[in-house]
């Protein structure tokens, strides 16, 4: 038995406690237990048997006098058996009908009856006593002893009733056997002796039995309302992981799970109901480059307070999450109006300069809407129909919000027609590289080819690069398109002249992935392409994507030996503190500003741009010069290097080298192309501006 005890869950109070112990001669044993718990416990048992205890009393009242029919007197004897069955019936009755349930009932009404019942003991037992000594004085040695008998089954009775109040079972035994004892050795009688002595023995032993029991009860209560207490603790705690698991750690606010959680409940309800809603996804402007140049503690702080500006117009209309990032989602209750309002009052709150650490840090917005059920009938449908606006609304005009609409749908279906082509194109064939010359426009010379990517799909036909790049780098395939386009630049330069540069593109996803820096410099080590003639386009945005990763990986390509270009300038971020920490060799002016030069204010931007360039030492090309007289203008304000339809188109291999012959290339000499000298305003151009002269 002590083995079953240790195998058991162990307990401060109970684990080591043996089954036969000399604990219950200790007086703490007998006191009234403290524990709520048990005292309630104990009173329900007692609800429960003291009413068969009184039963048992009457019972042997009534038998006592069939017993002792025709001995001593009568009348006593019924008046005494009478009462004992009026007072048992009364007491059963007030404990059956007239005592508390036990839910009902107080702790300190519990301990106050299993006191009462315990003090009750004294006279019930004390007068049960006196009856049965009454019964013996007058009995024959048969009815003796069948008073004996009543006399100890009463008193086992009694204590096995009240087995879970053990203070009153054991003033039972002690009420009952030891005067009865005492009075079979001074009447005399051996054999009676014996059977009380007897008696006393086994009534002892049944309190200790009963003391085990109760002890095992008390146990039982005690463990199970721990078992409560924990369960209650696990319940807590599970409520509180359910509740972290839905909050954003940095902001608290509601995050990605419970918005979809949110929205697929909201889905169901509006189903049901007919009723709409529009689901905004919200993304920050400027959030990277902030990140990026401040740290990630003030991009933290400002996530942070973006968050607290966001929550401030949540409402029992509006759920704002964070759904990672940059990125939050808005639950709208409401029609296209309502959101229109709500996508207002979100753009001009996230206007407004933020002040973190002395620094006043501009961010922005855009929202992506779709509402149900136009956009979409299920919660992923819907958000990534959202999603979607975003996305386009992001390319087209940042720090506004739109909606999803007809036309995205079509264009949307359209992307997915273009990812599966691209996913399943085999890109060695199906690629392929244009080559556009970079000419210097003082000696009408080829300064270098800039490669253009181009793809003729099995499925879809030609695609516009700029369309078939973003969905690469959404599909996370751009590394494999970059190295196909690289190696085949390559390839071509061992036919190009060796002092003709050579520009390659770079997106996004190219500059930050280590696996397609390592690609490039094998590529040109392997082809053994002086490093020199190589320059790596990459947009300001692509480089604020993830700026020290641009960083680390621009200065390992540099080392090598080749040189960078910020593509498209004017177009992106352009602050000039930023520019000027930027490791760069050429800056090429966008179309935008090279097309315009005409308008007011244009050129100057484009003088400033130049000027800027000369400080810096870095080389400045124009790009997109679509007429001679923009080659006159460009010219005329100091830029010497162009590229644009008006000098040459991007062409294919054969094509380049064919307009390259009637260049007379000469190696180290770039290559003079008369066809350009030829143009009457080439040739206006140079006798305007003659080449400067080499020194001899
Ligand atoms: P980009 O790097 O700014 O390339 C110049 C784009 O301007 C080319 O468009 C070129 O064909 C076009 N262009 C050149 N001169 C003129 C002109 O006088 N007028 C006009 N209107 N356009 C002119 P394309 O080939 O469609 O390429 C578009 C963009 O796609 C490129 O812009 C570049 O961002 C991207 N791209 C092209 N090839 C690659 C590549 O191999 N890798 C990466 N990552 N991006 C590429
Ligand atoms: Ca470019
Ligand atoms: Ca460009």
């Not at 695609?463 to 190696?487: C, H, Q, S, W, Y």
């Given at each position: 038995?002590?083995?079953?005890?240790?195998?058991?869950?162990?307990?401060?109070?109970?684990?080591?406690?043996?089954?036969?112990?000399?604990?219950?001669?200790?007086?703490?044993?007998?006191?009234?237990?403290?524990?709520?718990?048990v005292?309630?416990?104990?009173?329900?048992?007692?609800?429960?048997?003291v009413?068969?205890?009184?039963?048992?009393?009457?019972?042997?009242?009534?038998?006592?006098?069939?017993?002792?029919?025709?001995?001593?007197?009568?009348?006593?004897?019924g008046?005494?058996?009478?009462?004992?069955?009026?007072?048992?019936?009364?007491?059963?009755?007030?404990?059956?009908?007239?005592?508390?349930?036990?839910?009902?009932?107080?702790?300190?009404?519990?301990?106050?009856?299993?006191?009462?019942?315990?003090?009750?003991?004294?006279?019930i037992?004390?007068?049960?006593?006196?009856y049965?000594?009454?019964l013996?004085?007058?009995?024959?040695?048969?009815?003796?002893?069948?008073?004996?008998?009543?006399?100890?089954?009463?008193?086992?009775?009694?204590?096995?009733?009240?087995?879970?109040?053990?203070?009153?079972?054991?003033?039972?035994?002690?009420?009952?056997?030891?005067?009865?004892?005492?009075?079979?050795v001074?009447?005399?009688?051996?054999?009676?002796?014996?059977?009380?002595?007897?008696?006393?023995?086994?009534?002892?032993?049944?309190?200790?039995?009963?003391?085990?029991?109760?002890?095992?009860?008390?146990?039982?209560?005690?463990?199970?309302?721990?078992?409560?207490?924990?369960?209650g603790?696990?319940?807590?705690?599970?409520?509180?992981?359910?509740?972290?698991?839905?909050?954003?750690?940095?902001?608290?606010?509601?995050?990605?799970?419970?918005?979809?959680?949110?929205?697929?409940?909201?889905?169901?309800?509006?189903?049901?109901?007919g009723?709409?809603?529009?689901?905004?996804?919200?993304?920050?402007?400027r959030?990277?480059?902030?990140?990026?140049i401040?740290?990630?503690?003030?991009?933290?702080?400002?996530?942070?307070?973006?968050?607290?500006r966001?929550?401030s117009?949540?409402?029992?209309?509006?759920?704002?999450?964070?759904?990672?990032?940059?990125?939050f989602?808005?639950?709208?209750?409401?029609?296209?109006?309502?959101?229109?309002?709500?996508?207002?009052?979100?753009?001009?709150?996230?206007?407004?300069?933020?002040?973190?650490?002395?620094?006043?840090?501009?961010?922005?917005?855009?929202?992506?809407?779709?509402?149900?059920?136009?956009?979409?009938?299920?919660?992923?449908?819907?958000?990534?129909?959202?999603?979607?606006?975003?996305?386009?609304v992001?390319?087209?005009?940042?720090?506004?919000?739109?909606?999803?609409?007809?036309?995205?749908?079509?264009?949307?279906?359209?992307?997915?027609?273009?990812?599966?082509a691209?996913?399943?194109?085999?890109?060695?064939?199906?690629?392929?590289?244009?080559?556009?010359?970079?000419?210097?426009?003082?000696?009408?010379?080829?300064?270098?080819?800039?490669?253009?990517?181009?793809?003729?799909?099995?499925?879809v036909?030609?695609?516009?690069?700029?369309?078939?790049?973003?969905?690469?780098?959404?599909?996370?395939?751009?590394?494999?398109?970059?190295?196909?386009?690289?190696?085949?630049?390559?390839?071509?330069?061992?036919?190009?002249?060796g002092?003709?540069?050579l520009?390659?593109?770079?997106?996004?996803?190219?500059?930050?992935?280590?696996?397609?820096?390592?690609?490039?410099?094998?590529?040109?080590?392997?082809?053994?392409?002086?490093?020199?003639?190589?320059?790596?386009?990459?947009?300001?945005?692509?480089?604020?994507?993830?700026?020290?990763?641009?960083?680390?990986?621009?200065?390992?390509?540099?080392?090598?030996?080749?040189?960078?270009?910020?593509?498209?300038?004017?177009?992106?971020?352009?602050?000039l503190?930023?520019?000027?920490?930027?490791?760069?060799?050429?800056?090429?002016?966008?179309?935008?500003?090279v097309?315009?030069?005409?308008?007011?204010?244009?050129?100057?931007?484009?003088?400033?741009i130049?000027?800027?360039?000369?400080?810096?030492?870095?080389?400045?090309?124009?790009?997109?010069?679509e007429?001679?007289?923009?080659?006159?203008?460009?010219?005329?304000?100091?830029?010497?290097?162009?590229?644009?339809?008006?000098?040459?188109?991007?062409?294919?291999i054969a094509?380049?080298?064919?307009?390259?012959?009637?260049?007379?290339?000469?190696?180290?000499?770039?290559?003079?192309?008369?066809?350009?000298?030829?143009?009457?305003?080439?040739?206006?151009?140079?006798?305007?501006?003659?080449?400067?002269?080499?020194?001899?």
């Amino acid at each position: 038995m002590p083995v079953t005890k240790q195998t058991k869950r162990p307990r401060a109070a109970s684990a080591a406690k043996p089954l036969v112990s000399a604990s219950w001669l200790k007086p703490s044993s007998w006191a009234y237990s403290t524990d709520p718990d048990v005292l309630i416990g104990q009173y329900a048992n007692l609800k429960r048997q003291v009413p068969l205890l009184y039963l048992l009393l009457i019972i042997i009242a009534i038998a006592s006098l069939y017993l002792m029919a025709g001995a001593g007197p009568f009348l006593i004897i019924g008046t005494v058996a009478g009462l004992f069955v009026a007072v048992g019936t009364v007491r059963m009755v007030w404990w059956i009908w007239f005592l508390p349930e036990p839910d009902q009932i107080s702790v300190a009404e519990a301990r106050s009856l299993l006191h009462r019942t315990t003090l009750a003991v004294l006279p019930i037992c004390i007068s049960y006593v006196a009856y049965s000594f009454l019964l013996d004085a007058y009995g024959d040695p048969t009815q003796r002893a069948g008073v004996a008998i009543c006399l100890v089954m009463t008193a086992t009775g009694c204590i096995f009733c009240l087995m879970h109040l053990p203070q009153a079972a054991l003033l039972v035994n002690l009420t009952t056997m030891v005067p009865y004892s005492i009075y079979q050795v001074v009447s005399g009688n051996e054999t009676f002796l014996m059977v009380a002595l007897i008696a006393a023995m086994v009534t002892t032993l049944m309190i200790r039995v009963s003391l085990n029991a109760h002890e095992a009860f008390t146990e039982l209560i005690t463990s199970r309302a721990e078992l409560a207490q924990q369960r209650g603790k696990a319940e807590r705690l599970a409520v509180e992981n359910a509740r972290l698991a839905m909050t954003d750690v940095l902001t608290g606010m509601p995050n990605r799970r419970l918005f979809l959680s949110y929205l697929e409940d909201r889905v169901q309800r509006s189903a049901s109901a007919g009723s709409g809603f529009v689901v905004g996804v919200l993304d920050l402007d400027r959030f990277k480059p902030v990140n990026d140049i401040h740290g990630h503690a003030t991009g933290d702080y400002l996530l942070v307070e973006v968050g607290k500006r966001l929550q401030s117009i949540a409402s029992d209309t509006l759920l704002v999450a964070r759904l990672g990032g940059d990125e939050f989602g808005l639950l709208i209750d409401g029609d296209d109006a309502t959101a229109s309002a709500i996508g207002s009052e979100v753009i001009t709150l996230l206007h407004q300069p933020f002040l973190i650490d002395g620094h006043r840090l501009s961010l922005g917005c855009s929202i992506g809407f779709a509402s149900f059920p136009f956009a979409g009938t299920t919660a992923i449908s819907i958000f990534d129909r959202a999603d979607y606006a975003l996305y386009d609304v992001k390319a087209e005009r940042r720090g506004a919000y739109a909606f999803f609409t007809p036309e995205l749908e079509t264009h949307l279906r359209a992307e997915t027609e273009l990812e599966s082509a691209l996913l399943s194109a085999d890109l060695a064939s199906e690629l392929a590289v244009e080559l556009q010359p970079i000419i210097c426009l003082d000696t009408a010379k080829v300064r270098g080819v800039e490669a253009l990517a181009r793809w003729n799909s099995a499925l879809v036909g030609q695609v516009d690069p700029t369309r078939f790049i973003k969905v690469a780098e959404r599909l996370n395939i751009m590394g494999n398109i970059t190295t196909t386009l690289f190696a085949k630049l390559l390839a071509y330069a061992v036919v190009l002249p060796g002092d003709l540069g050579l520009s390659f593109n770079l997106s996004t996803c190219d500059i930050v992935s280590p696996g397609t820096i390592d690609m490039l410099i094998a590529t040109i080590v392997d082809q053994g392409i002086a490093p020199e003639r190589v320059t790596f386009e990459i947009t300001e945005t692509a480089w604020m994507q993830d700026y020290q990763t641009a960083i680390t990986h621009i200065e390992r390509l540099r080392s090598m030996g080749v040189a960078i270009a910020l593509d498209d300038f004017g177009t992106g971020f352009s602050s000039l503190s930023y520019l000027s920490r930027l490791p760069i060799d050429k800056i090429k002016i966008d179309r935008s500003f090279v097309c315009n030069l005409a308008e007011p204010g244009v050129g100057k931007i484009v003088t400033a741009i130049m000027s800027m360039c000369e400080t810096l030492g870095v080389e400045c090309i124009a790009e997109g010069v679509e007429s001679m007289e923009d080659c006159l203008t460009l010219k005329r304000m100091g830029c010497s290097l162009a590229q644009g339809y008006a000098l040459a188109r991007p062409m294919d291999i054969a094509n380049l080298q064919a307009w390259l012959e009637d260049g007379n290339c000469q190696p180290g000499d770039g290559c003079l192309q008369p066809g350009l000298l030829a143009l009457p305003a080439f040739a206006e151009l140079q006798n305007r501006y003659p080449p400067p002269r080499k020194a001899s």
